[in-house]
């Protein structure tokens, strides 16, 4: 039986345009296109692993190694079962840094300009062998069913097709972030496709050559030849090599990659494909044992590779050839389709557009069409390519021996991922110089001899033979001289080299046991228009306005927004955007050139810890041991900041908000949200002005400052603390608010009380010294009828002016005493010490004893800074407790002296002094050491309060020679 070439393309290009249909059919409706999100459909989709390879060249394999050719499929059972240590992780670091293929993942973690470029080469390189058997496959199976069609030229045909189709199914437009949900539910049809054509020509076979099951064993149990010869080959090793290559082509392969990570829709839909598609695997290969014994026992001479399309003729049977053919059709122009669109990613971000921006400076003005037709002409490039070493290799018989050597070369990656996942020290000295020495160990452990056995190399080196391997199987050599080489070289080379902060940044993003943080680079642009001009200079200003667009999008933000911390997520999710567009080397070096650092380059501690606590709270990392017990002590006393009663404000050096509490919300009205990561002088008035002032000043504490506000007058202490590294360099600042206008309110009115409290006391000495001054005024008055003398009538009425003035100035010091209050801070002036502390011992004196005796010492030409009528109060208050606790007869002795900016003034008695016990508590609110009813416990706490409020400082002692000492000091007058 044999079919014609017309008849085979035709069939070819519907199936491949029944596919784009499928394809654009789910992109146009979003309804259709939401399948694609399906957990099964998703599981089909990551069919594209089973190739020409599984389709045909598993019989060839079969024959030649037994029952190995299972571990090609336990070995990806295996990567799979290690979803949640393995794929997951990946899975989050791609969607999170917007990772399209493996180039990006490793350039992403290597921070290397020589990381992408070389894994994009070696990653081509590697891959042309399959991208080979598929086209052998293809021509093979169409020579076999047309016997006299030349393979060159449907091979020539074929690819041709698939770069079509290929640009059609990936290049018809530019959505870097948009995933191909149409790509995805069409290769899980044809997952589809190849699976029912295998069950169903396996069936078939089944019952046309032996009858049933029944059959198949009276035929196995007549030839047991057939059932050992599976086995035999498993006895003799290299199972152990082949599951390696097999686990690494499990994520991988470009294929693999793109279809398990850049096209996951639903990150969900990996938890079914865990199992899934180990399931798909399963019943792929459960055919093969059967299709193989068909062909011998229905007596194929044909190559084992094409023993299904030999039983559909063997069975005369057009229709069944044709779906074993569209079946192969299926499985090869999948894994070429997938293959060419991740692999002209990658040589389109990491070996032309780099080579273009060096030369221009700037990437083309319309970059979107210019990466449109640059990945259109990557994926011809690579299929030609293929074709080419199709080409050089048709002597080569075995299918799976060509994709077995693209195996080898993705997992030269290994040791490179393991250090990516485990090991936040590795460095890309170690990356590039383990690669290097893998892909040397590749090339001449396995390419050179299928040269030589092409006869296009004829001289290449034996390096198995050379070696004295000759006892191993050739994969097993392979792996361990690549391989090991590869990793021992990539830990020496991580040792012996340290990594830059870069890569110390991306080893803890990628690493999942460790806390994740960035350095914060804070941009200088101003606003969003600031930072879009800026990017205009190498994207263009269509691409640069669609790109801040769509960042601002993502995050929510306004175009207006002016906040750094704002402009600083912008600036990160525009390089995870672009990451995804141009891949991560050239995304950094964009946004470092334009979106450039602050003054300083570099980011402060401050700013660093922010980052730590945004991204932990963000990731939600599943902490154990050590790191969770820190975690749970960093939030307690996060939540313990967070909850103060006080106002806490962080600041950086460079003036950017990082902590705002919820006692500052409620304070200024200021949500949390727009305070962090805002300008300190960008705050809302008057709080802005507030504490930038504070910043720019050198005082660390202001007391009872005013401050009027939108919800009214606010009295405020604020205290400032500066955060220094050991270094000295200063990284910023924390501010203390404290909200005192109750507690002043509460106070002062306490002061009042206890100044009318006073002036009760007052009253009989007011009525003395009051009586005096009108007794003689009216002597006076009676003797003023009785002179004639006119100067002696003026010199009575000059002394009962002199009497009334007398009065007046005891009466208006009582008023003023009595209406005084705590000016702002702002309003203190000098005060003269000696006018002060005279006033206060004539107050005294009216209603105090007055056989005591007041002995000022050094008062004279001193001056304080203050309220006078404040300092009245306290001079008061002191005196009158040193009175009480003096003998008669005593002496209050009051000196004065000046030392540095500060004026001291000691006030001492004669009394018992103070008891030991209750100096401690001397100066809390009514706690008093006089009998009860003699003493209210106010007078010192309030004396306390106004000192503190004038920024002096009050102390009780017991005097060395006996008698109470308070020691009073206050800030010096300034001088006129």
Request: with cysteine; proline share 5%; charged share 15%.
């Amino acid at each position: 039986m044999t079919l014609s070439l017309g008849l085979l393309y035709t069939v070819g290009v519907f199936y491949l345009a029944l596919l784009f249909g499928i394809a654009f059919v789910a992109e146009r409706s979003r309804t259709f296109g939401r399948i694609a999100g399906n957990p099964w459909v998703y599981t089909l989709s990551l069919g594209v692993y089973a190739t020409s390879w599984t389709f045909y060249g598993n019989l060839g394999f079969l024959e030649d190694h037994g029952y190995l050719y299972l571990t090609i499929y336990l070995g990806v059972t295996l990567a799979f079962a290690a979803t949640p240590w393995l794929l997951r992780p990946i899975l989050q670091l791609a969607r999170e840094h917007q990772l399209t293929s493996l180039a990006d993942l490793f350039a992403f973690r290597y921070r290397s300009t020589l990381t992408g470029p070389l894994v994009a080469l070696f990653m081509l390189t590697g891959i042309l062998p399959y991208i080979a058997l598929q086209i052998k496959a293809v021509a093979e199976s169409a020579a076999v069913l047309t016997a006299d069609t030349p393979p060159h030229l449907l091979a020539l045909t074929f690819s041709a097709t698939i770069a079509l189709f290929a640009i059609l199914f990936g290049a018809r437009h530019i959505s870097p972030r948009e995933k191909h949900s149409g790509l995805v539910i069409a290769i899980a049809f044809e997952s589809l496709v190849k699976l029912l054509a295998l069950l169903i020509v396996a069936a078939i076979a089944l019952y046309a050559v032996f009858g049933g099951l029944s059959g198949l064993d009276a035929w196995l149990d007549r030839h047991p030849e057939a059932v050992s010869a599976l086995y035999e080959p498993v006895t003799g090793g290299g199972w152990y090599s082949l599951m390696v290559l097999a686990f690494a082509a499990a994520f991988l392969l470009p294929r693999q990659f793109h279809m398990l990570f850049t096209e996951n829709i639903n990150p969900q839909a990996l938890n079914r494909a865990a199992w899934g598609f180990p399931l798909f695997l399963l019943l792929l290969n459960l055919p093969m044992p059967v299709l193989y014994w068909a062909g011998q026992a229905a007596g194929l001479t044909d190559n084992p590779n094409y023993y299904a399309l030999g039983l559909a003729g063997w069975l005369e049977s057009p229709a069944l050839a044709l779906l074993v053919f569209i079946g192969g059709v299926s499985a090869a122009s999948a894994m070429m389709i997938v293959t060419t669109l991740a692999l002209a990613n990658m040589g389109m971000n990491y070996l032309s557009l780099p080579a273009r921006l060096r030369e221009r400076q700037s990437l083309p003005a319309n970059l979107y069409r210019n990466l449109l037709w640059g990945r259109r002409i990557w994926i011809v490039l690579i299929i030609a390519l293929g074709y080419g070493f199709y080409g050089l290799l048709q002597v080569v018989e075995g299918l799976a021996q060509l994709g077995l050597i693209s195996f080898a070369a993705v997992t030269q990656f290994l040791p490179g991922l393991i250090g990516l996942m485990l090991w936040p020290r590795a460095t890309r000295v170690g990356f590039l110089l383990g690669l290097v020495a893998g892909i040397t160990g590749w090339f001449f452990a396995l390419v050179a001899p299928l040269l030589a056995n092409a006869g296009i190399w004829a001289s290449a080196p034996r390096l198995q033979h050379a070696m004295g391997a000759d006892g191993l199987d050739v994969w097993t050599f392979a792996l361990t001289l690549s391989v090991g080489t590869n990793a021992l070289l990539f830990v020496l080379g991580s040792m012996w080299s340290r990594p830059n902060q870069q890569e110390i940044e991306a080893g803890q993003a990628c690493c999942p046991r460790e806390p994740f943080y960035t350095s914060v680079d804070l941009p200088l642009a101003r606003d969003v228009p600031e930072m879009e001009a800026e990017l205009a200079a190498t994207l263009g200003t269509m691409p640069a306005r669609h790109e801040i667009e769509r960042a601002l999008d993502d995050l929510g933000l306004p175009r207006h927004t002016r906040s750094r911390r704002d402009l600083q997520r912008l600036r990160e999710r525009i390089e995870r955007n672009l990451s995804g567009l141009l891949g991560p080397v050239l995304a950094r070096m964009i946004v470092d050139r334009h979106l450039r650092l602050d003054a300083a380059g570099r980011s402060s501690l401050s700013e660093s810890l922010r980052r730590i606590e945004q991204q932990l709270e963000d990731a939600r990392l599943p902490l154990t041991g050590l790191a969770a017990e820190l975690d749970a002590l960093r939030r307690f006393h996060r939540q313990i900041l967070h909850e103060l009663p006080l106002g806490v404000c962080s600041v950086t050096a460079g003036g950017e908000i990082t902590g705002w509490n919820h006692a500052l919300t409620q304070l200024t009205g200021v949500p949390t949200e727009n305070a962090v990561g805002q300008v300190v002088e960008r705050l809302e008035r008057p709080w802005g002005g507030l504490l930038q002032a504070f910043l720019d000043s050198d005082d660390r504490q202001l007391y009872k400052l005013n401050l009027e506000t939108r919800h009214g007058p606010r009295r405020l202490n604020l205290h400032k603390s500066s955060l220094e590294l050991a270094s000295g360099r200063r990284e910023g600042h924390v501010i203390l608010i404290e909200d005192v206008t109750a507690r002043v309110q509460l106070e002062n009115e306490v002061a009042h009380s206890d100044r009318l409290a006073s002036i009760g006391r007052f009253a009989a000495g007011v009525a003395h010294e009051i009586g005096n001054p009108l007794a003689g005024i009216a002597s006076l008055a009676q003797t003023l009828p009785l002179e004639d003398d006119p100067d002696e009538i003026r010199d009575i009425a000059d002394d009962i002016i002199d009497q009334t003035r007398r009065i007046n100035a005891i009466v208006q010091s009582l008023i003023a005493f009595a209406h005084s209050d705590t000016p702002p801070r702002s309003r203190f002036e000098p005060v003269d010490l000696d006018d002060v502390i005279s006033e206060a011992i004539r107050l005294t004196r009216l209603a105090g004893r007055k056989d005591l005796h007041y002995a000022p010492v050094g008062i004279q030409g001193l001056s304080v800074e203050g309220a006078r009528a404040k300092l009245l109060q306290v001079f008061i208050n002191l005196l009158t407790n040193a009175e009480q606790a003096s003998p008669p007869g005593a002496t209050i002795r009051i000196r004065a002296q000046e030392t540095g900016a500060r004026v001291r003034v000691d006030i001492m008695d004669q009394g018992p002094g103070i008891e030991p016990s209750a100096l401690d508590r001397l100066f809390e609110p009514f706690f008093t050491t006089k009998p009860a009813g003699q003493g209210t416990g106010l007078g010192l706490p309030v004396a306390y309060s106004i000192v503190q409020d004038h920024g002096g400082s009050l102390m009780a002692a017991n005097a060395p020679e006996g008698g109470a000492m308070m020691i009073l000091t206050l800030p010096l007058g300034r001088k006129a």
